[in-house]
């Protein structure tokens, strides 16, 4: 893990469904609150100090180790209301909706397109950030996954993400933090104009 902003950890692990390394992050604070995690490996040691409040997945899909870490934790896991038919067989999942503060200073906003949940959170936590779940993605420069994963119309799908992307630079934020690629510190929110806007 590496501190990628004050009170923001970082790190990369390998996704074994996608065969490519994704992110994950731990929001220390109030209410320390981890972000899609993915183990890097069975070794639940790294987050006990201190030991997660709670689990938030940017859409449905970001499962990835936050079974393992509940039941460690005896934290609850949470997703956007509109991903939570997922979980109808379990593991409990808890919704919130699009406006919650889900923490002090974290905060769900809609960006919906790829899928009704699809949630990015803007962090109001010493330095600014947005944090994105599979809208856009930074593996070398910020684009969209790769057209096979957007659906019958593609160029549909990236004209609503930019559109989505566009609202929330109405957001104060100056970093980027990626589900899928590397975090954008300083810049970002300059860079995803030109992105939107491209």
Not at 91 to 103: H, I, K, Q, R, S
Not at 144 to 165: C, I, N, S
Request: glycine share 10%.
């Amino acid at each position: 893990m590496k501190e990628v902003l004050p009170g923001v950890l970082h790190w990369s692990a390998p996704h074994s469904g996608i065969k490519a390394d994704v992110s994950s992050y731990f929001v220390l604070g109030e209410r320390p609150t981890l972000i899609d995690p993915l183990l890097l490996s069975d070794d639940l040691a790294a987050l006990r100090e201190p030991a997660p409040a709670q689990i938030v997945i940017t859409n449905r899909h970001h499962l990835r180790s936050s079974e393992r870490i509940a039941a460690a934790f005896g934290c609850p896991i949470r997703c956007n209301e509109k991903g939570l038919h997922e979980f109808a067989g379990g593991p409990p999942v808890e919704g919130f909706a699009f406006g919650d503060e889900l923490a002090p200073g974290i905060r769900a906003h809609e960006v919906g397109v790829i899928c009704d949940e699809e949630t990015a959170l803007h962090l109001d936590v010493g330095a600014r950030a947005l944090v994105v779940a599979d809208g856009i993605i930074n593996y070398a420069g910020i684009g969209f996954v790769p057209d096979v994963h957007l659906g019958d119309d593609p160029d549909r799908v990236k004209r609503g993400l930019k559109e989505a992307y566009a609202r929330l630079l109405e957001l104060d934020f100056d970093n980027i933090l990626f589900a899928h690629g590397e975090p954008l510190i300083g810049g970002a929110k300059q860079a995803l104009r030109e992105f939107v806007e491209s």
